[in-house]
């Protein structure tokens, strides 16, 4: 066979079997991300209708049934009038309908029922998705014509009254606590419950979770529980994806991928950040940079950033930031913010997780464990009220320089016990954007500090918050890439990513020096998740370094022969030629079982007892190997070299024995 052909062979055969379950996972990939951007849009429409109702009560009653009642109704329909309907959505919706129906009246001759089936699905749920939409617009129309809201929570607690601010975050966390009690799956953080089906088997995330998450993590974040909005977006991006894995019965690999593909549309559509998204799936929820992940992963992220931007209106919540360097010193400086950063990242990453031990161990139902939780933050909030709620309007105040030293180390200090007593009650949240405003307030602070002290060097004293909140987030995620690439994607300016690669670097050293683990990891440990690299995977080693060398036999070998070379042997199989072609393949143990029967024809020669071989190169890798093995229902395949001549046989044992090894020297 002619070396051409034979080096084109596995190129045909892997054409023809994977581009189908290929393509699925990426239209799945696409789905996931679309429900990604709608599940950011939805959380944020929940949590604005929490804020309206417990904090504008009266306004909005009298907006719906008072005096002012047809003003409204006028605002109202010239808000859903002026508004961006995207009616692609609908178009697309439908002609994603009509050809899923064309295919399951023609398709289904070519293709098998089961395979037109998993179509089917994946268009209907595109379909829903993109019909989700519209709804979901409706609603923040209707939230938007109460322009007190524009301001964010700060400005709603501004002007409400302060036994408001105490009585509101205890009663969401309370309400909070009753849904998760009716649906245990929408507490926690939402990305180490992703991590956990990731890595664990038998975790499913259930698709009901969806509307219970948004319900339960609205009530405690809109009610001014200091809790990150990005977790329940996560763990809705995650739970679609199992749910959709699931029912198309896709494999494990292919389920964990798409989990993660979830998780990353999560955060790219809560802060309009694809490429931080994407590095967020592959460096947190995956722990794996290999590239064949990365398809997927990115079009979920883009896929979400473009829906959330259509129903959000596009463009980050944070302002601009612009940096230059004007004197080589000042890298030194950011290094120092990066070390007090760790710093940071590591007492938020204790305080949390001692939070949840201690206020676990406390004598308290569930409900009034969270709803005490809540009582304690609006406490907290009555000295520092920037610290209730995300506080983007305070990260953006901290960014233009408008907070003096003491109101940012008050409020440093004040978020970090509020967040930790949110999250250790058991009250549902993400824990990334508490970090995010940490690093804001630590930044500002320093910059301000370091303004005083060296004038001539620093350049500009807001850039130090826009750098804190990288540094603060890669320590505490131990994940550098995707605190760089966050900010560099909600600031707009390239040049701020010089000082944020010293800074990040600089935090996640400290922090993995001390901990050694993340805020995700050592929660995943605490579930009896085993996050570390197990060792290399298969597609990391080649057929080589599990080749078994042995001499081919010739296929006239007679029977006393073959019974002298097989009986003492140690080899597992051997190659059976004639005339310098390959016969096939001869298993020692079927061989001996056959050659000792009594019934056997001692005339036969090794071509007998040979079948057909299985081929592989020497440099093909040891996945595709343990697939070939599978699917030719075989435990050895002969390896070849470029003449087309065999070398050796691998076999499954030797696979798993190359891995030991390999396993071993790492």
Known sequence: MPLWERASQPLRRQAARFPFERALVMAVAAVVGLYGGIAAGLFATAIRSVQLILFRGPEVADALFGVMHVEWLH?????????????????????????????????????PVFEVQRIRSVALAAALGLGLYYPLLFLRTFNGTFTQTEGGLYELLVHAPRWLWV??????????????????????????EVIEAVHKRDAPIRGRVALWKSLAAGLVIGSGGSAGREGPVVHLGGAVASSLSRFLALPRSETSLLLAAGAGAGIAASFQAPLAGSLFALEIVLADF?????????????????????????GTELRMVSWSLTHPSEIAVYLLLGLLSGLCGLVYVRFVHGAERRLSALRLRPELRAALGGLVVGCIGLIAPRVLGTGIESMNAALAGQL????????????LLATSVTLGSGAPGGSFFPAVFLGAMLGAAFGKV???????????????????????????????????????????????????????????????????GSIYTIG????????????????????????????????????????????????????????????GVISVREARMALLDPAVDRSATARSFARPAQTLMAD??????????????????????????????????????????????E
């Open 524 to 583: 995943a440990r605490r579930r009896g998740v085993q996050l570390r690299n197990a060792g290399p995977a298969l597609s990391d080693l080649s057929v080589e370094q599990a080749i078994d060398k042995v001499e081919p036999i010739p296929a006239e070998l007679p029977y006393d022969g073959l019974l002298r070379l097989l009986g003492p042997t140690s080899h597992a199989a051997f190659p059976v030629m004639d005339n310098g072609a390959v016969v």
């Open 75 to 111: 605002l109202l329909a010239e808000r859903l009038a002026a508004a961006h309907w995207h009616l692609e959505f609908a178009a697309t919706a439908a002609l994603v309908l009509v050809a899923a129906a064309a295919l399951d009246a023609l398709g289904g001759k070519r293709l």
């Open 167 to 192: 009585v509101a975050p205890a009663v969401g966390a309370l309400l909070a606590a009753l849904i998760v009690r009716f649906s245990p799956e929408s507490g926690g953080h939402g990305v180490v």
């Open 290 to 314: 290999d590239v064949r992940r990365f398809a997927p992963v990115v079009l979920a992220c883009v896929t979400a950033v473009a829906t959330s931007g259509a129903l959000l209106g596009g």
């Open 404 to 415: 003096t030293f003491g109101v940012l180390a008050l409020t440093l200090i004040f978020k």
């Open 450 to 516: 370091a303004h005083v002290a060296l004038p001539g060097i620093i350049s500009s004293a807001e850039a130090y918050a826009a750098v804190g909140m990288g540094a603060v987030v890669a320590g505490a995620t131990l994940a550098p890439l995707t605190g760089v690439l966050m900010m560099f994607e909600l600031t707009g300016s390239y040049q701020i990513v010089l000082p944020l690669l010293v800074a990040c670097g600089a935090a996640v050293a400290v922090v993995q020096g001390t901990l050694g």
């Open 620 to 665: 093909d890798d040891l996945r595709s190997a343990v697939q070939k093995l599978a699917e030719m229902k075989a435990a050895e395949a002969l390896v070849m070299d470029v003449e087309g001549k065999p070398i050796g046989v691998v076999t499954r044992e030797g696979i798993l024995e190359a891995w030991r090894r390999a396993t071993q020297s």
